[in-house]
């Protein structure tokens, strides 16, 4: 079932000297429970895919569908049956790790017990439970980004959009990371991932480039070649 639907979608930034397309005609489909990333350098149009996607901005041309239904700008699905996740995720500064991952509930009117049980629950699901005490400015990189998924995740949204979750991260630390998003889509969260290089973890993986999303991107393993010869080969 398609849960996420981009139909033609064109956007459009005017400046005083010229006019910028971000996105140009683009389509794109996403079913429940499937992980699409979208690989793209920098100013390739990625992050405003996310953002037309979550309805944080409306298209100029073009449809924004979420199981069926028309989104628009400032849709009250995001926050609740959509996720949206970046590393400018605090609210504010200097709250600890478990009130940032709180902060969605008790907007809801969530008793502040509940909503506080129900963050350690979710960051003990992405691995950063041993954060929930700290000021949110002490983390690294990827602990920002897992309290930023659980932040998203504690909503239970149908639909998680994700941008650039390895920005910053130490190498050593980006395969658990993006094991972890592929986890999440395996229950059932339809996940929609832009990276800045290719990943292998997504059931697509797209390109975008200068606003247009591109074909299927196939990661390849890469030849691991000695630095050296021996000195049989050498001589061979």
């Known amino acids: 079932m398609t849960l996420l639907a981009l139909s033609n979608v064109t956007k459009r930034y005017a400046t005083r000297r010229r006019e910028h397309v971000a996105l140009r005609n683009v389509s794109l489909e996403i079913a429940a429970g499937e992980l699409v990333s979208v690989w793209g350098m920098r100013h390739s149009g990625r992050t405003t895919l996310l953002r037309v996607a979550a309805g944080i901005e409306a298209p100029d041309d073009g449809t924004v569908r979420f199981d ?3 989104l628009t700008a400032g849709d009250s699905l995001l926050g609740t049956e959509i996720g949206y996740t970046n590393l400018n995720f605090m609210a504010t500064q200097g709250s600890s ?14 008793a502040l017990d509940k909503a506080r049980s129900s963050a ?5 699901r992405v691995g950063a439970a041993d954060c929930a005490d700290l000021d949110v400015r002490t983390l690294d990189p990827a602990e ?18 994700v941008d650039e979750p390895t920005n910053g991260v130490d190498i050593l630390q980006r395969d658990p990371l993006l094991a972890l998003i592929r986890s999440i ?10 990276v800045g ?7 697509r993986a797209l390109s975008i480039d ?4 591109r074909g299927e991107v196939v990661p390849e393993g890469a030849d691991v070649l000695p630095l050296r ?8």
């Open 68 to 70: 069926g239904r028309i």
């Open 97 to 110: 790790v478990v009130d940032q991952v709180a902060v969605s509930l008790l907007a809801r009117g969530c």
């Open 120 to 124: 350690f629950d979710t960051l003990e």
């Open 144 to 161: 920002q980004m897992r309290v930023a998924i659980a932040r998203a995740l504690i909503s239970k949204p149908r639909l998680l959009l």
């Open 185 to 194: 889509a395996d229950t059932g969260t339809a996940i929609l991932l832009t």
């Open 197 to 203: 290089e290719v990943v292998n973890v997504a059931d």
């Open 210 to 213: 200068e606003g247009e999303l």
């Open 229 to 236: 010869l021996t000195q049989a080969q050498s001589s061979a």
